[in-house]
């Protein structure tokens, strides 16, 4: 897989994230939203974890720095 996230967009995921874990383990959110949530979480880190957004090739997007 060819890297298409560069490091700001991989970290507001990471933000997102500790965001939605902070909202489920708070019992802020419950329910069917809050799984939703905690599976959209996963994918988030997932994919800044390894620097690739299968979405972001579907609509053409890198948001990778240009390589020299």
């Known amino acids: 897989m060819k890297k298409n996230m560069g490091s700001a967009d991989r970290t507001v995921r990471v933000l997102l994230t500790i965001a939605i874990a ?3 383990f708070g019992n802020i959110v419950t329910g069917t939203l809050a799984i939703v949530l ?3 979480a996963a994918v988030f880190l997932l994919t800044s974890m390894v620097s690739f957004c299968p979405l972001y090739t579907l609509v053409g997007l890198n948001t990778c720095p240009a390589k020299k």
């Open 22 to 24: 902070v909202l489920y």
């Open 38 to 40: 905690l599976a959209l």
